[in-house]
């Protein structure tokens, strides 16, 4: 997938300013609570003590700003400082103006005047056209309307156009409001998590490799494809040293720490009136039935059986409780648990763990973890049936699906990689490893 040998920005003379706005104040701004982590995690890998490109000191994080000032004097420091490496970053809302002109939304943006309460993409522009940074990169992660993503996708895009500054590389996503692209529960949204995951490969990637990457995943996922716009400069600069990983939080500790992923099920109070009330429309339904074909000694014999088959059934609808699905990453290796039933497979026998976007053989299923065993590793019992009917060979195991233990793909990653050390894969590194998962 690489595309040419990296090179690497001066430190010292390279600046950031990370923009992301996560709640909004007007109601028809939906809240996208993936942003927080968006600018947290790309903070962490842009910093990384060992493998990023930006000293700390020297990258500015402004998380919900509510106005055009502090987002101008963040511009303005840090297009005065840079010298080498200027680097802009924005998740959030991306709107149009009645003209047809993009605007990046603050949390007190209205879109009914979005000219005078959202940051123009233009005086963004002018900044980085006024930086005196060799190489000025521009990343925007915008949900936008229905309207800016047909505006986009049209011959000479709007977007490009409007981003269209000499010396910037430029890589946009076209993510909309709906939730598949920022679904509930997860860390990233869908641009940003694939950002992040390029980030971490093995092998540091160059911003044209980057964009190769990012569009990899979000074609997979049938997302809009990212856009990419490198005007008079190089994309093979690299944005970190090595792999980066996200901060997920302090890491276990003792030896039998672990970390769990848990779907919590929905509180169903409503479900089970509705079964009570068809368990008792069942009984009546029973007793007419009964009293109309076979008499009231039939009904007598035969109906109170079923009166008292029936009251154990709702009875037990009304006691029964909905028991989670866990994911369970520790030291021993990593297993599933649903009520009394697990399953589990040590990380001795594997000889590497991934997620894949397509269940092999199925029509769709997104983000399922796969397992390689190691030749000659025993087959552990108790995973999915169904998935796992459908594997190549007995070296796999599909231990489910990610949505059903609500586990985050880059925390989950970060679970593996600490206990179990450098076996995870990318879902591009399983396919080249063995094309018949496709």
Not at 15 to 35: E, H, K, M, N, Q
Request: net charge neutral.
């Amino acid at each position: 997938m690489k595309q040419s040998a990296p090179r690497f920005p001066d430190a010292a003379a390279s600046r950031a300013v990370l923009i992301g706005c996560s709640d909004f104040d007007d109601i028809d701004l939906p809240a996208i609570p993936a942003v927080k982590s968006n600018l947290a995690d790309l903070r962490s890998a842009l910093t990384h003590e060992t493998h990023g490109i930006l000293l700390p000191e020297h990258r500015r994080l402004l998380a919900d700003p509510g106005d055009h000032r502090s987002v101008g004097m963040a511009l303005a420091q840090a297009a005065r400082e840079a010298e080498d490496l200027l680097l802009v970053y924005y998740a959030g809302h991306g709107l149009l103006d009645e003209d047809g002109l993009l605007h990046l939304a603050l949390s007190s943006t209205d879109p009914a005047h979005v000219g005078f309460t959202g940051v123009p993409a233009d005086l963004v522009k002018r900044y980085l056209g006024r930086a005196r940074a060799r190489l000025r990169v521009l990343v925007l992660d915008c949900c936008f309307s229905g309207r800016a993503v047909a505006a986009m996708t049209e011959s000479g895009s709007l977007l490009s156009a409007q981003l269209d500054v000499h010396g910037t590389y430029t890589l946009t996503s076209t993510t909309a409001t709906a939730p598949s692209h920022a679904p509930p529960g997860q860390r990233h949204t869908a641009f940003t998590a694939a950002l992040l995951d390029a980030l971490s490969q093995p092998e540091p990637l160059t911003l044209d490799d980057i964009h190769q990457h990012i569009d990899t995943v979000l074609q997979g996922a049938g997302l809009p494809r990212p856009q990419k716009r490198s005007v008079n400069t190089a994309g093979d600069i690299a944005l970190v040293r090595g792999p980066a990983q996200p901060d997920a939080g302090p890491p276990p500790t003792g030896s039998q720490a672990e970390i769990r992923f848990r779907q919590q099920p929905p509180d169903r109070p409503a479900n089970r009136r509705r079964d009570t009330v068809q368990g008792v429309l069942m009984i009546a339904v029973l007793f007419a039935v009964m009293v109309v074909f076979g008499g009231w000694r039939v009904t007598l014999i035969f109906g109170g059986a079923a009166v008292l088959f029936t009251a154990l059934i709702c009875l037990l609808l009304l006691l029964r409780r909905d028991v989670p699905y866990d994911l369970v990453v520790n030291g021993d290796g990593l297993g599933t648990e649903h009520g009394t039933h697990s399953a589990h497979v040590p990380w001795k026998d594997v000889e590497c763990v991934g997620v894949l976007r397509r269940a092999p053989g199925t029509v769709l299923v997104p983000n399922v973890l796969i397992v390689r065993l190691k030749p000659n590793a025993p087959r552990p019992p108790g995973f999915h049936k169904r998935l796992n009917r459908r594997l190549p060979d007995p070296r796999y195991v599909i231990a489910g699906m990610l949505g059903t233990y609500g586990a985050d793909p880059m925390r989950l990653r970060s679970a593996i990689e600490h206990f179990a050390g450098g076996i995870y894969r990318t879902d591009q590194q399983l396919l080249e490893m063995d094309p018949r998962l496709r």
